[in-house]
């Protein structure tokens, strides 16, 4: 499961700073203008008509609406209306982060690599000195006792 984790991090790490900036935009352009707007609404006693009016206005300036909420003392508002908004965001958010996660141990490993084995267990076989090249920084001694076949899958480049 480790490894999952490990390659969903490794695959979305430029994603990773999207989604905060992201979550930010929200909190300030989004959040702010609902919580601001549901508070004036509730005062007045109109709800849906004053909530639509007072959006619209706050949702053109929400840099003042943000800074209103904190000098009016709706600020307990707006962290309810936030973790909210953060509870589906990051619901949204786990869901990529699991389509993203690799299938299994082996998904980004290429084939034909040495990056299956570890700690240099390949030269318990292989050579990383001189014989066949097999890949990068593994060969096929020659003078190995036994059988020395290669099997070469590809093609080769004449140009």
Do not use: C
Not at 31 to 45: L, R, Y
Not at 64 to 84: R, S
């Amino acid at each position: 499961m480790n490894y999952k984790i490990r390659g969903a991090l490794k695959r979305n790490r430029g994603n990773l700073i999207i989604f905060l900036i992201l979550w930010l935009f929200i909190a300030v352009v989004i959040v702010a203008p609902i919580s601001h707007s549901w508070h004036i609404s509730k005062q007045t006693q109109e709800d849906m008509g004053v909530f639509i009016d007072q959006f619209v206005k706050d949702i053109s300036n929400p840099l003042d609406t943000f800074k209103n909420i904190f000098e009016e003392g709706m600020a307990e508002e707006y962290f309810k209306t936030l973790g909210g908004a953060t509870l589906i965001f990051g619901i949204f958010f786990i869901v990529g982060m699991i389509k993203t996660a690799p299938r299994n141990e082996y998904s980004d490993i290429e084939h034909g690599s040495s990056d299956w084995s570890q700690r240099g267990e390949q030269y318990k076989i292989l050579s990383n000195k001189k014989g066949i090249i097999l890949a990068e920084g593994n060969y096929l001694p020659v003078d190995k006792r036994g059988n020395v076949n290669v099997l070469v899958v590809g093609r080769f480049w004449f140009w």
